[in-house]
């Protein structure tokens, strides 16, 4: 077999996916973002599922990666909907915090280029520990990065699913060789 076959390809990609939800994970938990943590971690699980059934040559693996690649797409979409506030969604409700915290993205102040200030508030009677972050000067806002991230992720999940199929009617089409070879060989001895 040759490197460029789309067992390979699917491979590479698995890799890819593999280490981009590593990545959005990581940032994710920065941020106590538990829904999309909680996605981050099936993805990784599936992903791992994937890259062990195209090494494998098990296709119903690849069936359980390719049927997730759909839901991770529609979830992605979701987050870029609700980072852009489409449909009624707010990016400043505790949606991906499952309503536990107040955490946000923390790209929200610690994005490319972004002064992060803690104004301490003046008023009497409020809690001196609390402070009020004031972030300015951010070459992207927050919300850009992370519709970015979800892009990518449904950018490589749409091309590993193309792959993802046709590795399957591959791995299909030499189980059905190798059984028709099989059954050849038992009809010949009768």
């Known amino acids: 077999m040759g490197c460029c076959t789309g067992r390979c390809t699917l491979i590479f990609l698995c890799s890819l996916q593999l280490l981009a939800a590593l990545e959005r994970q990581i940032f994710d938990f920065l941020g106590f973002q538990w829904a999309p943590i909680l996605g ?11 890259l062990f059934g195209t090494i494998q040559f098990r296709p119903r693996y690849i069936v359980v990666y390719t049927v997730w690649t759909a839901l991770w797409v529609t979830w992605n979409v979701f987050i870029i909907c609700f980072y852009l506030e489409v449909g009624g969604l ?4 505790d949606l ?6 107040m955490h946000r993205s923390w790209w929200r ?11 301490r508030p003046s008023s009497p009677g409020i809690l001196d520990d609390y402070s009020y972050v004031s972030v300015t000067g951010c070459i992207i ?3 850009y990065l ?12 749409l091309i590993g699913f193309v792959y993802a199929c046709y590795v399957i009617s591959i791995f299909m089409e030499e ?8 059954i050849s060989l038992f009809e010949g001895t009768e």
């Open 40 to 50: 981050n971690f099936l993805q990784i699980i599936v992903v791992i599922l994937g």
């Open 90 to 93: 707010s990016k400043e409700t």
């Open 96 to 101: 991906m915090t499952f309503n536990i915290s």
């Open 109 to 119: 102040e610690h994005g490319p280029g972004c002064i992060r200030r803690v104004v």
């Open 141 to 143: 806002d927050f919300q």
């Open 146 to 157: 992370e519709v970015i991230h979800s892009a990518i992720q449904i950018l490589l999940s």
């Open 175 to 182: 189980e059905d060789s190798c059984l028709s070879i099989y």
